[in-house]
């Protein structure tokens, strides 16, 4: 069965540098959501979009931006990027009108040096 | 927003054990989902399970939505069953807020 689609998959970034993120969800899927979780921690609710318009914020700092394109594909820009920006970044999806079930991702690691 | 506890933390098991993981919340969810979070960082879907039971092969959870709490179920654990287990409840529509998990190692 398709899983969601997540790339990279691995990210090494500098500080101060900026970093894209890409998800694809499940075919049928209309809302995407994300989540950072950081070492040793539980993951952490970004935000989520549904039918391309942001329906949801959570701890999303202001450096980071996202959005959800017309094929349903999402990506999480992130800006000015700090050491504590490294983490597992998951995308998940849920199929239309079963927003409740999520499928995750298999996420990307950022590590900032 | 809701808390989620779980317990116990961290859990220990021979293989061919039980065992019976416990997530709590501080007010009513919407929605609960059950992850494993293998060593690889991968978050497999257990269960979505708002209330009742549900059984899948040696998993199989139970949820009490009027007490708050839901419990995960094990059997006869393998090595492969080892990670992390973390409940999630649904606050507003979109969001889940995990819980700090159970990690389990099954030794063989």
């Known amino acids: 069965a398709a899983g969601v689609i997540q790339s990279p998959r691995h990210l090494i970034k500098e500080k101060r540098e900026t970093a894209t993120l890409k998800c694809y969800p499940i075919p049928r899927h209309d809302t995407v959501y994300w989540y950072q979780q950081g070492p040793g921690q539980d993951p952490q609710f970004l935000i989520s979009f549904y039918e391309k318009m942001q329906s949801d914020k959570g701890s999303i700092p202001d450096r980071f931006s996202a959005q959800q394109f017309s094929d349903y594909h999402s990506e999480l820009n992130m800006s000015s990027l700090e050491l504590g920006d490294s983490a597992l970044y998951f995308c998940?999806?849920?199929?239309?009108?079963?927003?409740?079930?999520?499928?995750f991702g298999p996420g990307t690691r950022l590590t900032v040096t | 927003g809701i808390q989620v506890e779980q317990s116990p933390p961290d859990l220990i098991l021979q293989e061919g054990a039980n065992s019976t993981l416990r997530c709590n919340f501080s007010d009513s969810v919407n929605n609960l989902q059950w992850f494993h979070q293998n060593p690889w960082g991968q978050l497999i879907n257990l269960f979505y399970i708002p209330s009742g039971t549900k059984q899948n092969g040696r998993l199989s959870a139970t949820t009490v939505a009027t007490e708050r709490y839901s419990l995960l179920y094990i059997s006869s654990s393998q090595t492969t069953d080892s990670g992390v287990y973390f409940c999630a409840g649904g606050e507003g529509t979109y969001k889940y807020i995990f819980g700090t998990g159970t990690r389990l190692k099954v030794l063989a």
């Open positions: 998940a999806s849920s199929l239309e009108g079963h927003y409740y079930e999520q499928y």
